[in-house]
């Protein structure tokens, strides 16, 4: 089993580069599939509004359950006051199974955190080379998992992805993914340092090609085991604790929500405006 954890899908909400445009996954399934990858981790790209890209994330997942899974992609400042709302939604209706968030749209706030707590979520943060949050992230959350993908820098940066190494061997809760890392030194670094259970493979798809980023956890040359985790067995015991629709935790949150009305989305989340 062959798990990639990080895909963007569905329309984005501008025109600025591929990061915010549509995300067709047409060819990256071919190449996946002739990979040998079995199941993708799905969430929306830069958007202009995540409620509506999540929804249309979970329409793609419901096309092919067993073939997706999904994150709630939010904005730590647009969203503010609705997150619990917005992620309730897309736990019990969608069966999404993580949070994601960006440091392009915001910094991630103790809303999110806290949220992903009520759930058992795991949050999947681009810091964008500010990797220093982990630390305080690791000791306020540590019953979160933290996954910050890239090595904490998609531009390669050296210095925010030797430092994040330190951060995956010190704190149980934070992960990497392997999507996008150029320096190949630095990934075989971090997985002997913080060792195989620290690291999930991604692609970044659909515009990294799925099956050259898999060329390199094959070749970080680990025992069967180790590859096994990284390949799959590390996101699937991050979600597996997520209390999807009709769990207790779930249903009290869902009741907390509910019993100030709403009855969808947009309802939902005009309602729990703090503002
Ligand atoms: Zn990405």
């Not at 600025?16 to 993708?40: E, V």
């Not at 730590?76 to 609705?82: E, F, I, S, Y």
């Not at 620290?198 to 990294?208: H, S």
Request: glycine share 8%; with cysteine.
């Amino acid at each position: 089993m062959i798990i990639d954890c990080h895909c963007h899908a569905g329309t984005g909400g501008g025109l600025t580069g591929p990061w915010d445009a549509a995300a067709s996954l047409g060819k990256y399934l071919r190449r996946a599939s002739l990979a040998g990858i079995n199941r993708t981790v799905l969430f929306s790209m830069i958007h202009s509004d995540y409620a509506m890209a999540n929804h249309e994330v979970a329409r793609i997942v419901a096309s092919r359950p067993d073939r997706f899974y999904a994150f709630a992609f939010v904005h730590p400042d647009r969203d503010r006051g609705h997150v619990l709302a917005m992620v309730r939604i897309a736990v019990e209706n969608y069966g999404f199974r993580g949070i994601k968030l960006h440091h392009h749209d915001g910094r991630i706030t103790r809303e999110i955190c806290q949220v992903a707590r009520i759930f058992s979520l795991p949050v999947m943060y681009d810091v964008m080379g500010e990797v220093s949050v982990v630390e305080l992230l690791a000791r306020e959350y540590p019953d979160v998992s933290f996954i910050i993908p890239h090595l904490g820098s998609f531009e390669d940066d050296w210095r925010s992805q030797l430092a994040l190494v330190d951060h995956l061997v010190r704190h149980p809760n934070i992960y990497t993914d392997t999507a996008g890392i150029r320096c190949f030194d630095l990934l075989q670094h971090a997985v002997h340092r913080a060792g195989a259970g620290k690291v999930l493979f991604g692609t970044d798809g659909p515009w990294l090609h799925p099956g050259v980023e898999l060329a390199k956890v094959r070749f970080l040359d680990l025992a069967q085991h180790e590859e096994r985790l990284i390949l799959s067995g590390n996101l699937l015991r991050l979600i597996a604790g997520v209390q999807p629709r009709s769990g207790p935790i779930a249903a009290a949150a869902s009741a907390a929500a509910w019993s100030r009305g709403g009855s969808n989305d947009r309802r939902a989340r005009n309602r729990f405006s703090t503002n």
